[in-house]
């Protein structure tokens, strides 16, 4: 079936609402207008303003209704029009999505998803372009996903929302208008696994959401130069699959980390740090990180592609991580 990720995310949304009256979206916008980015079109008319609701500019105050929705027995999904705005409704993510269980003793759970938009090369500015999703990674109590196809698109939801534990979705805004072929009876990876995107011998690009594409056409930039690079799509940001990380370590001894995010503290510096710690004797060559330059992204749209990770800037420290430049 051709689709796009927006659609598969949308049909996604309408599975879980026919399947289970407990689930209800709540967010700006997703209601009448169908959310900022369309995800949501024509929901509202199917379902009603009841189970798909138009909320105030908000997030904290949403978010807390998210919670307390949760933990009376029902399954909200929240949606944040971007990481930026999320920044409002941390304190509820941190403080309680991500505690209650823990500091309950295990009394209560909050089955919650919350939907948001990451990530830049739309040239929306730095208000509306950040990848943060390695700050969320950094809390415990929650899980973090981030669909960078459209079969994860169609499918991760239905697992989040299945986990009795706070799960946080990111989707990057460059992938909205990705088109395809959907397999409809296919299987996908379970929400906590990574997959090996394309299979290679001599390098190892690690990646994850907006970055899969762009690492996959660098994938092919190499190859034309004779160098077999290995793809992983990290799929679960919090918990990591380390064994499918360092099983494609074994195989190819060098690694590069593809991260949006800014380098200082990255995900990406998680994942370089965890692959030197399990896998050190089978590197040949140090582990690479290709990241955002440490600016708030820029407007223009020169300065922005330079800001941004680049399938040729992945190609070149993946050439010279394997001793063909540099």
Not at 89 to 97: F, G, R, T, V, Y
Not at 267 to 288: G, H, K, N
Request: hydrophobic share 45%; with cysteine.
């Amino acid at each position: 079936m051709k689709t796009t990720y927006r659609e598969a995310l949308r049909e996604a949304l309408r599975e879980a609402l026919t399947a289970d009256e407990r689930v209800f979206l709540m967010g700006e916008d997703v209601g009448r207008y169908g959310g900022a980015f369309g995800v949501s079109l024509g929901l509202v008319e199917e379902f009603g303003p009841e189970r798909v609701r138009d909320t105030p500019l908000s997030e904290s105050a949403f978010t807390g209704i998210g919670i307390g929705s949760a933990l009376a027995g029902l399954r909200p999904v929240v949606e944040i029009m971007t990481v930026n705005f999320s920044l409002l409704a941390l304190d509820q993510i941190l403080n309680n999505a991500a505690t209650l269980r823990h500091m309950s003793g295990g009394q209560f759970s909050v089955p919650l998803v919350i939907r948001m938009t990451t990530g830049a090369g739309r040239q929306l500015a730095a208000q509306h372009s950040h990848s943060l999703e390695g700050w969320y990674a950094h809390i415990p109590g929650i899980r973090v996903l981030a669909p960078a196809t459209l079969a994860d698109a169609r499918r991760m939801l239905g697992g989040a929302l299945a986990d009795p534990d706070p799960v946080v979705i990111f989707e990057h805004g460059s992938l909205y208008n990705l088109s395809g072929e959907l397999d409809e009876d296919g299987a996908a990876p379970g929400i906590g696994a990574a997959a090996v995107r394309r299979p290679g011998h001599d390098v190892t690009l690690v990646t994850y959401g907006g970055s899969l594409p762009k690492t996959l056409a660098a994938a092919d930039v190499l190859a034309a130069d004779g160098i077999s690079a290995e793809v992983v799509d990290l799929r679960s940001l919090r918990p990591l699959d380390d064994a499918t990380v360092m099983a494609s370590v074994a195989r190819t001894h060098r690694a590069v980390i593809v991260d949006e995010g800014w380098r200082t503290g990255s995900l990406a510096a998680e994942v370089s740090a965890r692959i030197t710690e399990q896998a050190f004797y089978d590197l040949d060559a140090s582990v690479r990180r290709v990241c955002s330059a440490e600016v708030p992204i820029p407007y223009a749209r020169a300065l922005e592609e330079a800001a941004l990770p680049q399938p040729a800037s992945i190609a070149a420290a993946a050439g010279e991580v394997v001793g063909r430049h540099g």
